[in-house]
């Protein structure tokens, strides 16, 4: 069944750094990866996926994460942290597409930003 | 609405009582999915419903727990004698799957707090 490992508890980042969130994968197939922000009380919001192509993808609120297959990785990365960037973030795969359509979580990381 | 609605937003009930979830799903959205989310845990996977197909209930963790959905509307997650383990945020998401699925992102409603006393 497919898995995601999110190694950190939490990460701590002074504002203006660039900021990187780690997620490893495992699949049987292809993976479809995603990262979800969860600010608090409230559902989590979708940020990026990779799906095929390109392995550098940009998503909202100026995150990209990068796709490695030989490392089974999909870390989240900003430029240039935000306070307002302080949530917590949740990678996500799928074995897809001719896997189950269950999209398995991580355990989540909590970013701070501190000012 | 434009967004995944959930009801109620907050239930505190009693050990032993059952307790109905709802959601309702962005319009067209065919693929229906139930989490749970522990204080300080991941999303655990519930339910997953697709069209008309038969629903994945794998992730059912005891036969308290049932959903049922109808058509590709509104679904509601039932817990029977509620324990104090099922305190938990209930999260549901729906997405459209379109040719091959599991394409589309989950777009999620801001969740069920429930309380067991």
């Known amino acids: 069944a497919q898995s995601v490992a999110q190694p950190e508890d939490q990460v701590n980042v002074a504002e203006g750094n660039p900021l990187t969130v780690k997620c490893t994968y495992s699949v049987s197939g292809n993976p479809y990866l995603f990262w979800y922000v969860q600010y608090p009380n409230r559902g989590l919001q979708f940020l990026l996926k990779?799906?095929?192509?390109?392995?550098l993808v940009k998503g909202s609120y100026g995150f990209e994460a990068e796709f490695n297959k030989s490392q089974t990785s999909f870390h989240l990365k900003k430029p240039s942290a935000l306070v307002s960037d302080s949530a917590l973030y949740f990678c996500a795969v799928r074995d897809g597409p001719y896997g189950n359509n269950r999209l398995a979580f991580g355990k989540g990381n909590q970013v701070v930003v501190i000012p | 609405g434009a967004g995944v609605s959930q009801s109620p937003s907050n239930k505190v009930t009693e050990k032993g009582k059952d307790v109905e979830l709802r959601c309702d799903p962005i319009?067209?959205?065919?693929?229906l999915y139930w989490y749970r989310q522990r204080l300080g845990q991941g999303l655990e996977f519930l339910i997953y419903?697709?069209?008309?197909?038969?629903?994945?209930k794998s992730g059912l963790p005891s036969d308290r727990f049932s959903a049922e959905r109808t058509g590709e509307s509104v679904s509601t997650l039932t817990i029977q004698r509620t324990q104090q383990e099922d305190s938990a945020v209930y999260l549901c998401?729906?997405?459209?799957?379109?040719?091959?699925?599991?394409?589309?992102?989950?777009?999620f409603g801001e969740g069920s707090r429930l309380t067991v006393l």
């Open positions: 990779y799906i095929t192509g390109d392995n």
């Open positions: 419903f697709q069209g008309n197909s038969a629903p994945d």
């Open positions: 319009s067209g959205h065919t693929a």
């Open positions: 998401a729906s997405s459209s799957h379109s040719g091959t699925g599991g394409r589309g992102e989950l777009f």
